[in-house]
């Protein structure tokens, strides 16, 4: 762990699954003496302990680094994790089933005003809860209607914050509906954006000053954690919702995924507003939320053979681009 060069709070992630998961059932072994049937047993008391098919792959995946890292120094010759029978546990998509826009106005409403515009700015841009605390007034354009994602508030350990960009350092820009930002001007009239200094990164990185847009009744960033207590799931129950981990405030970026597909915009595009590293991710991830295209299928072939005849210049003389009749679908 000490060589590794990885984000502050992933670093203290892989610590713990490290320690809960791993440690434990493989730690007193030495590494020469692993066999693929050692990881393969280990991967099923994984499975038996009822962690989810991502958690184990996560922690599959650390496992296989520090064997790689060993092959690599020369302490083993092989790594057991790439045994033809070790088999990480597979992922299937997370077919989440996105709020209906009534859902997301209830919500909405059972928010303490000063938060309100959270949900405007998750649901109507896509950013990450993280996004959203970090947002900075100078990061809205409002002439421009862009929104500049450039950090984000993390919490690192003892649950204290700092800044940090976005979740695989990839800053962007997203496009700035008119309601957001009617919804965000509003905001700041009644709720002035706050200046808030943070390290960079880590706990003794650099201090990074801004004028932070959602901050707490006492000015102080935003903490995940206290939010999700004490604002988000109040909302939630007043507005009849479960307060389960399918509707924490993620669920308004799907929203925003299956607005945005439904109106045909591209995997491309959804890619670069999402922040998502690449279109394949995207697609994996969001091909449920796509409408369905039968509709659309039927439609464009019809409107290809809308015409009963093609037109002709003369006798048995087809105009040119018109469907020839030997080839022209029957009725």
Same mark, same amino acid.
């Given at each position: 762990m000490a060589t590794q060069i990885t984000d502050p709070l992933n670093r203290e992630s892989v610590e713990s699954r490290l320690r809960l998961h791993v440690?434990?059932?493989?730690? $007193?072994r030495p590494l020469a003496s692993f066999t693929p049937s050692h990881l393969r047993l280990w991967l099923r008391t994984l499975e038996d302990r009822g962690l989810s098919a991502g958690c184990r792959r996560g922690i599959f995946t650390h496992v296989s680094t520090v064997f790689t890292a060993a092959v690599e120094d020369r302490i083993i010759r092989t790594n057991p994790c790439s045994g033809r029978s070790v088999r990480a546990p597979r992922l299937e998509p997370c077919k989440v089933k996105p709020w209906p826009a009534e859902r997301i @106005? %209830? !919500?909405?409403? %059972?928010?303490? &005003?000063?938060?309100? $515009?959270?949900v405007n700015l998750a649901a109507g841009c896509g950013l990450r809860q993280g996004e959203a605390f970090g947002l900075a007034v100078e =990061? !809205? &354009?409002f002439l421009g209607g862009v929104?500049?994602?450039?950090?984000? !508030? @993390?919490l690192l350990r003892l649950s204290r914050p700092v800044f940090a960009p976005p979740k695989g350092g990839k800053?962007? =820009? !997203?496009?700035?509906?008119e309601s957001v930002e009617l919804a965000l001007a509003g905001h700041l009239q009644r709720h002035p954006a706050v200046k808030v200094t943070l390290p960079w990164k880590t706990l003794d990185g650099p201090p990074v000053t801004a004028s932070l847009v959602f901050t707490s009744p006492t000015g102080l960033p935003l903490d995940r954690k206290r939010f999700n207590d004490r604002v988000w799931r109040p909302a939630l129950r007043a507005a009849g919702v479960e307060t389960g981990r =399918?509707?924490?405030m993620h669920a308004l970026r799907h929203f925003y995924a299956s607005v945005l597909l439904d109106a045909g915009e591209s995997i491309k595009a959804l890619t670069e507003y999402l922040g998502h590293h690449d279109p394949g991710f995207t697609l994996w991830t969001c091909t449920h939320l796509m409408p369905s295209s039968g509709t659309r299928t039927r439609a464009a072939v019809d409107r290809v053979f809308a015409d =009963?005849?093609? %037109?002709? &210049? #003369?006798?048995?003389? %087809?105009?040119? #681009? $018109?469907w020839p009749s030997d080839l022209?679908?029957?009725q």
């Amino acid at each position: 762990m000490a060589t590794q060069i990885t984000d502050p709070l992933n670093r203290e992630s892989v610590e713990s699954r490290l320690r809960l998961h791993v440690i434990p059932r493989l730690g $007193a072994r030495p590494l020469a003496s692993f066999t693929p049937s050692h990881l393969r047993l280990w991967l099923r008391t994984l499975e038996d302990r009822g962690l989810s098919a991502g958690c184990r792959r996560g922690i599959f995946t650390h496992v296989s680094t520090v064997f790689t890292a060993a092959v690599e120094d020369r302490i083993i010759r092989t790594n057991p994790c790439s045994g033809r029978s070790v088999r990480a546990p597979r992922l299937e998509p997370c077919k989440v089933k996105p709020w209906p826009a009534e859902r997301i @106005k %209830a !919500v909405h409403s %059972a928010l303490p &005003d000063r938060y309100q $515009a959270l949900v405007n700015l998750a649901a109507g841009c896509g950013l990450r809860q993280g996004e959203a605390f970090g947002l900075a007034v100078e =990061d !809205v &354009d409002f002439l421009g209607g862009v929104v500049h994602v450039l950090r984000q !508030v @993390k919490l690192l350990r003892l649950s204290r914050p700092v800044f940090a960009p976005p979740k695989g350092g990839k800053e962007r =820009d !997203v496009p700035l509906p008119e309601s957001v930002e009617l919804a965000l001007a509003g905001h700041l009239q009644r709720h002035p954006a706050v200046k808030v200094t943070l390290p960079w990164k880590t706990l003794d990185g650099p201090p990074v000053t801004a004028s932070l847009v959602f901050t707490s009744p006492t000015g102080l960033p935003l903490d995940r954690k206290r939010f999700n207590d004490r604002v988000w799931r109040p909302a939630l129950r007043a507005a009849g919702v479960e307060t389960g981990r =399918d509707n924490g405030m993620h669920a308004l970026r799907h929203f925003y995924a299956s607005v945005l597909l439904d109106a045909g915009e591209s995997i491309k595009a959804l890619t670069e507003y999402l922040g998502h590293h690449d279109p394949g991710f995207t697609l994996w991830t969001c091909t449920h939320l796509m409408p369905s295209s039968g509709t659309r299928t039927r439609a464009a072939v019809d409107r290809v053979f809308a015409d =009963d005849e093609p %037109a002709t &210049d #003369g006798p048995g003389t %087809a105009q040119e #681009g $018109a469907w020839p009749s030997d080839l022209r679908l029957s009725q």
